[in-house]
C-alpha cells in the first residue's frame, strides 16, 4: 500500500469518487433549473465517475494483495 503507484490509484479513485459526488450534489441542488437533457448528461456522468472509481479501486485492490503474496 505504501507504493507510490497505489498512493496514485487510491488518490486517483478518491479523487474519481468526489467528482461523482458533487455531480449528483448539483443534480439534487439544481433540480428544477436544469434541463431533462442536461439532468441525463449530469447523471451519466456521476454513473460514469463512480464506475471509474470502482475500476481504479479494484486494481489498487489487486495490485495489493499481488505484492503481499509473494
Do not use: T
Not at 451519466?44 to 503481499?68: E, H, P, Q, T
Request: proline content about 0%; some cysteine; aromatic content about 12%.
Amino acid at each position: 500500500m505504501k507504493e507510490k503507484a497505489n498512493r496514485r490509484l487510491r488518490n486517483a479513485s478518491f479523487i474519481a469518487i468526489g467528482i461523482s459526488i458533487m455531480l449528483m450534489l448539483v443534480k439534487i441542488i439544481w433540480w428544477d433549473a436544469v434541463s431533462g437533457r442536461m439532468f441525463l448528461l449530469i447523471r451519466g456522468f456521476a454513473g460514469l465517475f463512480a464506475l471509474i472509481s470502482v475500476v481504479l479501486y479494484c486494481i489498487m485492490f489487486y495490485r495489493v494483495n499481488k505484492s503481499a503474496l509473494k
